[in-house]
């Protein structure tokens, strides 16, 4: 890996977290958000990532465990 690389590892929970129309966040939306948050550090990155899925999600609830982790190289 270089410098600036990301490893993003997940659990199935993180990509198929409903929101209340029924629809999986899935690795589309998981996707794009870290290509419009890359260059930020790690935490940043995870913190959006969470934010993320807890405004797609609203009210619906979480109905499985949602492990994430994000790591860039320096």
Known sequence: MD???LLIAFTDGVVETMNPAGQQ???RFLE????????YSADMIL?????????FEEDAGNH???TLL?????
């Open 3 to 5: 410098s600036g690389d």
């Open 25 to 27: 966040y899935s690795e």
């Open 32 to 39: 794009d958000l870290l290509k419009l948050n890359h260059q």
């Open 47 to 55: 913190q959006a990532l969470r934010e993320d899925i807890e405004h």
């Open 64 to 66: 499985d465990d949602q």
């Open 70 to 74: 994000v790591l860039k190289i320096k």
